[in-house]
């Protein structure tokens, strides 16, 4: 890149820094025009801004001591039907220490394992996995912080003679496996 490119980038880069908090050097505290505010001496202040439903400071770091940091966080919504009489799994892939919020709701009531499998199987014993809670009942709602990276999710099992609807609601940093029947 040539010498007058990048001194035409710095130029620009200190441009849009002034522009962007202009009100810095009038030393004022508005958040009117660009959803900050400075202290006296045009530095800004760590107030923190809300963003949709979750909060972040001016410099852009997460409000929420509970959540991590991590950019993958999402929420998600699944329709699932299990078959009269049959069995399945709903899975994520979940790093280690993610935590993962959940809440399942059916039509009638499922057996269900909410568990997980390992990834690095090799340094379990053969068929591993850690159930985190079982039961039979038609709703389910809690928070879990993985203890390990893997699979992660719910086999449910309908003993009755008519199919089950269940409504799962996920909240956390993972990718979505879905049914493995």
Same mark, same amino acid.
């Given at each position: 890149?040539?010498?007058? !490119?990048?001194?035409?980038?710095?130029?620009?880069?200190?441009?849009?820094?002034?522009?962007?908090?202009?009100?810095?050097?009038?030393?004022?505290?508005?958040?009117?025009?660009?959803?900050?505010?400075?202290?006296?001496?045009?530095?800004?202040?760590?107030?923190?801004?809300?963003?949709?439903?979750?909060?972040?400071?001016?410099?852009?770091?997460?409000? !929420?001591?509970?959540?991590?940091?991590?950019?993958?966080?999402?929420? !998600?919504?699944?329709?699932?039907?299990?078959?009269?009489? @049959?069995?399945?799994?709903?899975?994520?892939?979940?790093?280690?220490?993610?935590?993962?919020?959940?809440?399942?709701?059916?039509?009638?009531?499922?057996?269900?394992?909410?568990?997980?499998?390992?990834?690095? @199987?090799?340094?379990?014993?053969?068929?591993?996995?850690?159930?985190?809670?079982?039961?039979?009942?038609?709703?389910?709602?809690? @928070?879990?912080?993985?203890?390990?990276?893997?699979?992660?999710?719910?086999?449910?099992? !309908?003993?009755?003679?008519?199919?089950?609807?269940?409504?799962?609601?996920? @909240?956390?940093?993972?990718?979505?496996?879905?049914?493995?029947?």
């Amino acid at each position: 890149m040539k010498i007058s !490119n990048i001194i035409f980038a710095l130029a620009i880069g200190s441009i849009i820094t002034v522009t962007s908090c202009k009100d810095a050097t009038k030393k004022t505290e508005t958040t009117e025009e660009h959803g900050h505010e400075h202290d006296a001496d045009g530095n800004h202040k760590e107030d923190k801004v809300a963003i949709g439903q979750e909060e972040f400071n001016v410099n852009g770091t997460s409000g !929420n001591k509970e959540e991590n940091s991590v950019t993958n966080e999402q929420s !998600n919504d699944a329709t699932i039907v299990v078959k009269a009489n @049959k069995a399945l799994e709903y899975k994520f892939k979940v790093g280690q220490y993610e935590k993962l919020e959940y809440e399942w709701k059916s039509d009638a009531p499922l057996r269900y394992d909410f568990h997980g499998d390992p990834e690095d @199987k090799d340094s379990y014993p053969k068929g591993y996995f850690e159930s985190y809670a079982n039961g039979t009942t038609d709703a389910a709602k809690g @928070k879990v912080t993985i203890p390990y990276k893997g699979s992660h999710g719910w086999y449910w099992k !309908n003993n009755s003679s008519k199919d089950i609807t269940i409504t799962l609601t996920t @909240k956390g940093n993972y990718n979505i496996i879905g049914v493995i029947q």
